[in-house]
Nanobody, 127 residues
């Protein structure tokens, strides 16, 4: 079992920045590919960003590429999502997730390949 706890959400004006953190406990963090997803009211949950177990490879949704950065610190069992140039359409509940699928070097982008999920943290971007 892996327990995931997100933090860092909040209310920010358009153009601002936030950094989300996701602390993992339980099994060895470095065994898991990590990802961030989000769900806006009335919409399906969508992929945001993913990072491979190695930490050397990342992948982003087109809507956030160039604005968001995913990173991980295996020594601290934590994955981060740095969000810059935020837009009102980024408003959503953000979830981190852990996957034991895929290779050591590949990010996992399919949400159905994720085994463990956090409880989510709300991000609200005002215009």
């Amino acid at each position: 079992q892996v327990q995931l706890v997100e933090s860092g959400g909040g209310l920010v004006q358009a153009g601002g920045s936030l950094r989300l953190s996701c602390a993992a406990s339980g099994r060895t963090f470095s065994r898991y590919a990590m990802g961030w997803f989000r769900q806006a009211p009335g919409k399906e949950r969508e992929f945001v960003a993913a990072i491979a177990r190695s930490g050397g490879s990342t992948y982003y949704a087109k809507s956030v590429k160039g604005r968001f950065t995913i990173s991980r610190d295996n020594a601290k069992n934590t994955v981060y999502l740095q969000m810059n140039s935020l837009k009102p359409e980024d408003t959503a509940v953000y979830y981190c997730a852990a996957s034991d699928s895929g290779s050591y070097y590949d990010p996992v982008t399919n949400q159905y390949e994720y085994n463990y999920w956090g409880q989510g943290t709300q991000v609200t971007v005002s215009s």
